[in-house]
């Protein structure tokens, strides 16, 4: 494949970006959102499991929801093991659930990766893991891209938080799931943490000798995601650790996380 994607996984909200060698694009993976270059991190699975994302998943649930018949069955969900105050017993655990549900609406997908307890979750009989949770979503920005571009994706540079969590081996762990989650979605990626991206940043404008741009009005996307797609073309090019420690980057760490490269710049 000639050109480089990098993504921007959030918690509220994704994005694409695709670098051809000379420009960086941001892609309008989300037709129906107000701001087609912003995708919201929401997934919609239907009864016969069919996936939706963004807004296109938000509208199918109310459209699925709004006025439709219910009704609520007791099923048992599991057991709780009690011991404590000279007492030990095991007491069965029911929920009540609409049987006639047409789908679930999962949000904020990516805060599971913090949680050391949640480990996946059972949607109309199945279960997904984590991995299997992000990997829909991930596919189905995927074929959007692809749409889009017309050619098939198989590498992205994929963007992380500089901690997960504070503990070392969860932070590792939702690492590891979501490098897995990119791999059951057909993505081989290099995953880089916020601090890795300016650093990106700043060294692309140092490379091509342009001042970073700023912009108020703009998420931070607008420079985190064209940079991740440079980076996935020019890794080689450069030492990030050499990057942190010039005097550019120095003088830009303390940049607003609005600072963005141009999008239609050189690269």
């Known amino acids: 494949m000639s050109l480089r994607v990098g993504i921007d996984f959030g918690t509220s909200n994704s994005g694409v970006a695709v670098s051809d060698g000379s420009q960086v694009h941001l892609l309008p993976v989300d037709r129906l959102n107000s701001v087609p270059e912003v995708v919201k991190s929401i997934l919609y699975i239907t009864k016969d499991h069919r996936t939706y994302i963004g807004q296109e998943a938000i509208q199918l649930y109310y459209r699925h929801n709004v006025n439709r018949t219910r009704r609520f069955v007791k099923k048992w969900a599991g057991e709780i093991d009690y011991h404590g105050a000279e007492m030990d017993y095991v007491t069965d655990v029911f929920v009540y659930v609409d049987e006639l549900r047409p789908g679930r609406l999962l949000q904020f997908i990516k805060t599971a990766l913090r949680s050391e307890n949640y480990t996946g979750t059972d949607i109309f009989d199945r279960y997904f893991s984590l991995a299997d949770i992000i990997a829909l979503y991930l596919g189905e920005l995927k074929k959007r891209s692809e749409a889009l571009l017309h050619e098939k994706i198989r590498a992205v540079t994929l963007g992380r938080p500089v901690k997960f969590s504070n503990n070392p081996?969860?932070?590792?762990?939702?690492?590891?799931?979501?490098?897995?989650?990119?791999?059951?979605?057909?993505?081989?990626?290099?995953?880089?943490?916020?601090?890795?991206?300016?650093?990106?940043?700043?060294?692309?404008?140092?490379?091509?000798?342009?001042?970073?741009?700023?912009?108020?009005?703009?998420?931070?996307?607008?420079?985190?995601?064209?940079?991740?797609?440079?980076?996935?073309?020019?890794?080689?090019?450069?030492?990030?650790?050499?990057?942190?420690?010039?005097?550019?980057?120095?003088?830009?760490?303390?940049?607003?996380?609005?600072?963005?490269?141009?999008?239609?710049?050189?690269?």
Do not use: V
């Open 169 to 267: 081996k969860q932070d590792q762990a939702a690492e590891d799931t979501l490098r897995s989650a990119a791999s059951q979605a057909g993505l081989s990626a290099l995953i880089l943490s916020s601090s890795r991206w300016r650093r990106l940043y700043i060294t692309r404008c140092r490379l091509t000798g342009r001042k970073p741009y700023w912009s108020s009005t703009l998420a931070a996307a607008r420079w985190i995601l064209p940079s991740c797609a440079w980076a996935t073309r020019n890794t080689g090019r450069f030492s990030p650790a050499a990057a942190s420690a010039s005097p550019a980057a120095t003088s830009t760490g303390r940049l607003s996380r609005n600072a963005f490269y141009p999008i239609s710049a050189k690269a």
